[in-house]
């Protein structure tokens, strides 16, 4: 840690740090005792990384580096990728599409530096859009100082369906 984390774009090489962070990221966020969303649940939702298939899903996310309507920004400390966002246009509109930082780096300013990179890249001419699992009020006020609001719209899509079945409200 004691380094200063350093904000620059994500190259395709970068995917299976990416998934790493968002495995490590996941397993310390989304674990929910009230709705019976366990470790294991979470983990089923990364089993098949060091698949055969796993693996080639992981090479068909290189793919999306050469989408123009994707970017995508690592947060190192030294060599190490801590932290990513990945933000893209849809329906003329911006979301934000995922934006984590490992649980040792959270608070340092990483995410905060990857949120403004993605924002400034989105640009202010549109509404942009953001997921949010509804029981992380800390996550819920890191988008809020930025400016985003609760629209109150329920969402269901394939990242919030666990494998087990389970859904990330």
């Known amino acids: 840690m004691g380094k200063k984390i350093k904000i620059v774009d994500s190259i395709p090489r970068d995917v299976f740090e990416i998934r790493n962070v968002q495995k490590l990221t996941w397993l310390n966020t ?25 693996k080639r899903e992981i090479e068909e996310w290189k793919k999306r580096y050469l989408d123009p309507s994707e970017n995508r920004w690592v947060a190192k400390d030294g060599d190490k ?7 893209g246009i849809e329906n003329n509109n911006g979301r934000i599409h995922a934006i ?14 990857l949120m403004e990179v993605g924002l400034k890249w989105l640009g202010n001419d549109k509404d942009i859009y953001v997921n949010v699992v509804s029981y992380k009020d800390k996550a819920i006020r890191f988008y809020e100082k930025f400016g985003f609001v609760k629209t109150g719209k329920k969402v269901t899509d394939k990242v919030a369906v666990l494998p087990c079945g389970k859904v990330l409200p």
Do not use: A, M
């Open 30 to 54: 989304y674990p929910n005792k009230d709705l019976g969303i366990t470790k294991e649940d979470i983990e089923s939702n990364f089993i098949k990384d060091n698949t055969e298939e796993g």
């Open 81 to 87: 990728i801590v932290g990513f966002c990945v933000v």
């Open 100 to 113: 984590y930082i490992l649980p040792n780096y959270q608070g340092q300013g990483g995410g905060e530096r």
